[in-house]
């Protein structure tokens, strides 16, 4: 029934930051965990961050821990993507992503009933 949208993607240089956004539509993210995931060419689709509904719990894929941080604000419906010390390997395209999947699997892109068009993030050396 949601519907994800991201926003702020964008082009930076190796070592700065960038926040992404996430707005949900159609409906809320109450009751969804939501994630963060990214694909760039080439490669599968890789989790990045992800935020849970049953206690809120974060995770963090080993590529991205320490530099992001992800966030929900529920009552402004939106969902961020905080990137610091971004990385050349850091550039891809970027979802976000909402399912009543279990926190156990939430790493995992079969969980998600509904995703964004995606942001491209270009991190350039």
């Known amino acids: 029934q949601v519907q994800p949208g991201e926003s702020g993607g964008g082009l930076v240089q190796a070592g700065e930051s960038l926040r992404l956004s996430c707005a949900a539509s159609?409906?809320?993210?109450?009751?969804?965990?939501t994630s963060w995931f990214r694909q760039a060419p080439g490669k599968e689709r890789e989790f990045v961050a992800g935020?849970?509904?049953?206690?809120?719990?974060?995770y963090y894929g080993d590529s991205v821990k320490g530099r992001f941080t992800i966030s929900r604000d529920n009552a402004k419906l939106m969902m961020y993507l905080q990137m610091n010390s971004l990385k050349f390997e850091d550039t891809a395209v970027y979802y976000c992503?909402?399912?009543?999947?279990?926190?156990?699997?939430?790493?995992?892109?079969?969980?998600?009933?509904?995703w964004g068009q995606g942001t491209q993030v270009t991190v350039s050396s």
């Open positions: 159609g409906g809320t993210f109450n009751g969804y965990s």
């Open positions: 935020i849970s509904w049953v206690g809120n719990y974060q």
């Open positions: 992503a909402a399912g009543r999947t279990i926190t156990s699997q939430i790493r995992a892109t079969a969980g998600y009933s509904t």
